[in-house]
């Protein structure tokens, strides 16, 4: 399974666009790249899937170079509500793999 | 949107004890999964589960846990004798690789507390 890199934290304001970007540098050519949001005593939240290029959703974006060895999550605008844990996945979604999480990106928004 | 159930939100129970914790995974889905969470830790893998039979298990799925779907909705989890260090947040989560755009869907997990 590839393993993932992210930053541990990160701080933003309320307004502001955060990426946070994840290194991925042994992903295989099956994986996909997922992120989940994570709030304190809640399960994982899917937000955005993608295996290259761009993609965007109603929450989010995300970014993929064409060597797909990181990707960037880009929230726009956040609020209050969008502080929580930010985990990026790799894997072969077609298999139905277990993910493996790290240790994800503490975001916090500040007023 | 179809989520995933599970009860109880939160059990308490002694050394020693079974506990079973149950999850309704969405419906049409076909692979199930347990997660865990310790405190303050990361969520780390525990089983996935596939066509009545466990297709993968961490290292932390030993003998003393095992699962069962014993009908069409329901998807257990049972700990035969808890340990203190079995207290963690267990999440049940479910997904449907078939179809594009499928991830895990995650409940909001049972917070396990052994005393």
């Known amino acids: 399974l590839a393993k993932t890199t992210q930053p541990i934290s990160m701080d933003s304001y309320e307004g502001q666009e955060v990426n946070i970007t994840c290194s991925h540098n042994?992903?295989?050519?099956?994986?996909?790249i997922t992120w989940y949001q994570q709030f304190p005593s809640q399960g994982p939240r899917f937000i955005i899937q993608g295996y290259k290029t761009k993609v965007t959703n109603e929450v989010a974006s995300l970014f993929i170079p064409a060597d797909r060895k990181s990707s960037t999550l880009s929230l726009p605008r956040v609020s209050l509500s969008d502080t929580a844990v930010y985990y990026c996945l790799v894997g072969d979604k077609a298999a139905g793999n277990k993910l493996t999480f790290g240790g994800g990106t503490r975001v916090l928004v500040k007023p | 949107e179809p989520e995933v159930t599970q009860t109880p939100s939160h059990q308490v129970t002694q050394m020693g004890q079974e506990v079973i914790l149950r999850c309704v995974p969405i419906?049409?889905?076909?692979?199930f999964y347990w997660y865990r969470q310790i405190l303050g830790q990361k969520v780390e893998f525990l089983v996935s589960f596939y066509n009545n039979e466990i297709s993968e298990k961490s290292e932390i799925f030993d003998d003393q846990f095992s699962v069962e779907r014993p009908d069409g909705s329901n998807f257990t989890l049972k700990i035969r004798s808890t340990k203190l260090e079995d207290s963690a947040m267990y999440f049940c989560?479910?997904?449907?690789?078939?179809?594009?755009?499928?991830?895990?869907?995650f409940g909001n997990g049972t917070r396990l507390t052994v005393t």
């Open positions: 989560a479910s997904s449907r690789p078939d179809r594009d755009n499928s991830p895990l869907h």
């Open positions: 042994n992903i295989a050519t099956n994986d996909y």
């Open positions: 419906s049409n889905h076909l692979y």
